[in-house]
């Protein structure tokens, strides 16, 4: 499988990266699969019974907000301290475009630039209401949170513009209230790259069906040349045999990837 996969890469005039929550579980991040997976990672909400979709919800920032922003803010903090592993130095010594669901930013502190980010970046902030289109970096931002309750302890960000709470530019489920504007500018970018790409290999990672964002972009991006990889330890397998499947995490299939093309 990954010498076939290495044959696709070796082939091709570039590499775009699809990536999902598995990509980060190898830096020792939750991918949030389920909500036994969610309370693995946060016992607190099991103790209150709130799943991730309940959380991951707009409507907390306007109702409590300090509900909204203990989530967020703890998972903030996390990301700013996971150092991406290993397989991100091999997508960067590809050369890899990458279009990703993650919100965490591990790309960017690995090196990588022109990100797409589809639903937005949980290091960038907006006005919860919004006033505005206007989006701003979270740089500086630092949330107490009673880790107990898992609620925020002291002042919330307000918007830069009129003063009312500000959340994160991230797009959450049942959210009308997001401003795409930025991720759409990367978006935008990442298609015009592709135009002018050539022979594009995909290597999608971690992409599960659940949110199947990553993998509709992953398949539409390899509809051409039929270079797929999907690189997935538990959901592998490719439609109508258009690319190989590898059974693997991202780490130790990046890793491998390496090994056969240097």
Same mark, same amino acid.
């Given at each position: 499988?990954?010498?076939?996969?290495?044959?696709?890469?070796?082939?091709?005039?570039?590499?775009?990266?699809?990536?999902?929550?598995?990509?980060?579980?190898?830096?020792? *991040?939750?991918?949030?699969?389920?909500?036994?997976?969610? +309370?693995?990672?946060?016992?607190?909400?099991?103790?209150?019974?709130?799943?991730? #979709?309940?959380?991951?919800?707009?409507?907390?920032?306007?109702?409590?907000?300090?509900?909204? +922003? %203990?989530?967020?803010?703890?998972?903030?903090?996390?990301?700013?301290? =996971?150092?991406?592993?290993?397989?991100?130095?091999? *997508?960067? !010594?590809?050369?890899?475009?990458?279009?990703?669901?993650?919100?965490?930013?591990?790309?960017?502190?690995?090196?990588?630039?022109?990100?797409?980010? #589809?639903?937005?970046?949980?290091?960038?902030?907006?006005? *919860?209401?919004?006033?505005?289109?206007? #989006? +701003?970096?979270?740089?500086?931002?630092?949330? !107490?949170?009673?880790?107990?309750?898992?609620?925020?302890?002291?002042?919330?960000?307000? /918007?830069?513009? /009129?003063?009312?709470?500000?959340?994160?530019?991230?797009?959450?489920?049942?959210?009308?209230?997001?401003?795409?504007? @930025?991720?759409?500018?990367?978006?935008?970018?990442?298609?015009? +790259?592709? @135009?002018?790409?050539?022979?594009?290999?995909?290597? !999608?990672? %971690?992409?599960?069906?659940?949110?199947?964002?990553?993998?509709?972009?992953?398949? *539409?991006?390899?509809?051409?040349?039929?270079?797929?990889? @999907?690189?997935?330890? @538990?959901?592998?397998?490719?439609?109508?045999?258009?690319?190989? %499947?590898?059974?693997?995490?991202?780490?130790?299939?990046? =890793?491998?990837?390496?090994?056969?093309?240097?």
């Amino acid at each position: 499988m990954l010498d076939a996969a290495a044959e696709l890469i070796a082939s091709a005039d570039a590499v775009l990266v699809c990536a999902g929550a598995g990509m980060g579980v190898d830096s020792g *991040l939750p991918d949030f699969r389920g909500d036994h997976g969610f +309370w693995a990672a946060y016992p607190p909400y099991q103790r209150l019974g709130l799943r991730f #979709v309940e959380l991951a919800d707009p409507v907390h920032f306007a109702n409590d907000p300090e509900l909204a +922003w %203990g989530f967020y803010g703890h998972r903030l903090a996390m990301y700013r301290a =996971t150092e991406p592993h290993e397989g991100f130095a091999v *997508l960067r !010594e590809l050369g890899a475009r990458v279009f990703t669901s993650n919100v965490d930013g591990q790309f960017q502190k690995a090196g990588f630039t022109g990100v797409a980010e #589809v639903h937005g970046s949980i290091h960038h902030l907006q006005c *919860l209401g919004p006033c505005s289109s206007r #989006v +701003w970096s979270a740089d500086g931002l630092d949330i !107490e949170v009673d880790p107990e309750t898992m609620r925020a302890v002291g002042p919330l960000p307000a /918007c830069e513009d /009129c003063g009312s709470l500000a959340r994160p530019n991230i797009l959450m489920f049942g959210d009308f209230g997001w401003v795409p504007d @930025r991720s759409q500018a990367e978006l935008t970018a990442l298609t015009e +790259w592709r @135009r002018s790409a050539g022979r594009v290999a995909v290597l !999608e990672i %971690g992409a599960g069906t659940a949110v199947s964002t990553v993998r509709r972009m992953a398949e *539409l991006a390899s509809a051409a040349s039929g270079a797929l990889i @999907r690189i997935n330890p @538990r959901e592998p397998d490719v439609r109508h045999g258009r690319g190989v %499947g590898v059974p693997m995490g991202a780490l130790a299939a990046l =890793t491998g990837l390496r090994k056969r093309l240097t």
